[in-house]
């Protein structure tokens, strides 16, 4: 993000299915300038980012919420991790921010359960918008089909 080689090589190494290529990659763009290169490892940074990142949940149409940076969000992931999921910090580390949302999720989903089975509710509340219902009905599927619980449930087993 701050436009260096150093950090751009990082992110292709990391990320390279293909080590050989990549070294090869590296080896003809660091005798080039940085400036005709640069665009496109940043579209490549950003869409593995991209990928990163857990698909944003339905919100309320009318939010008091304060959006947050990115560097907040990772923070408050790491101290969830650390906290609340109670992994070592090199845990968090190599988990996605995708895989903690999940992971989080999932615990939130299994509290509210055991909750609502303690109170005698056989079902946990069901949490489906209007406008997923909706959808569901006018792409024939299924009208409680839950996409976003389907998402987290691929993201829990890597799927």
């Known amino acids: 993000m701050r436009q260096t080689y150093t950090g751009i090589r990082a992110v292709i190494l990391a990320t390279a299915t293909d080590r050989a290529a990549a070294g090869f ?8 300038p940085l400036a005709p290169f640069l665009g496109h490892a940043q579209a490549a940074c950003l ?8 698909q944003p949940q339905e919100a309320p149409k009318a939010t ?12 408050e992931l790491f101290k969830f991790g ?6 070592p910090p090199s845990e968090v ?24 089975a ?3 509710d056989p079902q946990p509340k069901h949490h489906m918008s209007q406008d997923q219902r909706q959808a569901n009905i006018e792409a024939g599927l299924d009208p409680d089909f839950d ?5 987290a449930l691929k993201a829990r087993h890597n799927a």
């Open 118 to 120: 303690s109170n005698g």
């Open 25 to 32: 990659l590296l080896t003809a763009a660091a005798q080039e």
């Open 82 to 87: 650390t906290t609340i999921l109670e992994w």
């Open 47 to 54: 869409d593995l980012l991209g990928n990163l990142l857990p």
């Open 147 to 151: 996409r976003h619980a389907l998402r």
């Open 93 to 116: 580390w190599r988990a996605s921010p995708a895989e903690i949302d999940a992971i989080l999720r999932a615990r939130l989903e299994r509290l509210e359960a055991m909750e609502a």
């Open 64 to 75: 008091t919420a304060k959006p947050i940076t990115l560097r907040e969000y990772l923070t």
